[in-house]
Structure formats: structure tokens, C-alpha cells
Nanobody, 122 residues
Framework: HVQLVESGGGSVQAGGSLRLSCVAS?????KAWFRQAPGKEREGVAV????????YYSDAVKGRFTISQDSAKNTVYLEMNNLKPEDTAMYYC??????????????????WGQGTQVTVSS
């Protein structure tokens, strides 16, 4: 059972930046960041393939967010720039073996962190 621990959330004004971190207890083939705002479904934000470092982004964050990793530390990061109020949500780290299909479908992911809150004010 892979354990994931997120950190780095907080409150910022629109246009600001935050960096989220997620430490995994062991290696997994893929890692991702999802987010969930109150009353909304959990949505995929960014995915990274650990071996090849291929990355994928949702249209909502493309060009503003960057997912990266430190393989030696089993840590994945989410650098978030030019934050908008609509980015306000609980952000979750996910891990698993997701080879293809809809990588942004939460049902494909096996392990989840407890979440870290991001709040962006206008």
C-alpha cells in the first residue's frame, strides 16, 4: 500500500504562485495531481510518468502549472503560477500504474494522499 503525503498548500492572491509537494512511500509508474472544489467532482490536473517523465495537463492549467519529480526522493511537485480564484480547491496527489486511457479519470488511480488546500483570492 503506497502512502502519499502532500504539503505546500496555502492562501494566495490571484496572480500568485504556490508549489505543492507529495512524498510517496515507494516508487509507482505514474503520479498525478487532482483537485476538488466544494460541490464539484474531482478533476485531474497533471500527470507524470515516472520512468519517461512524460507529462500531461488539463486544459484548465496548461501553461500555468508544471508537474515534476525527484525520483531519488519519490517526490512529485506541482508548481502553480498565475493562480486564479477558480483554482481554489483541495489538491490531491495520486499514484498508481496508469498506462493509458483517460489518465484524468480518478477511478484509474489506486492510491491517494489526504489533500492540501489551495485558496486563491481575487
Amino acid at each position: 500500500h503506497v502512502q502519499l503525503v502532500e504539503s505546500g498548500g496555502g492562501s494566495v492572491q490571484a496572480g500568485g504562485s504556490l508549489r505543492l509537494s507529495c512524498v510517496a512511500s515507494e516508487y509507482t509508474y505514474t503520479k498525478a495531481w487532482f483537485r476538488q472544489a466544494p460541490g464539484k467532482e474531482r478533476e485531474g490536473v497533471a500527470v507524470i510518468l515516472s520512468a519517461r517523465e512524460d507529462t500531461y495537463y488539463s486544459d484548465a492549467v496548461k501553461g500555468r502549472f508544471t508537474i515534476s519529480q525527484d525520483s531519488a526522493k519519490n517526490t512529485v511537485y506541482l508548481e502553480m503560477n498565475n493562480l486564479k480564484p477558480e483554482d481554489t480547491a483541495m489538491y490531491y496527489c495520486a499514484a498508481g500504474t496508469v498506462y493509458g486511457g483517460n489518465r484524468f479519470d480518478p477511478r484509474q488511480w489506486d492510491f491517494w494522499g489526504q489533500g492540501t488546500q489551495v485558496t486563491v483570492s481575487s
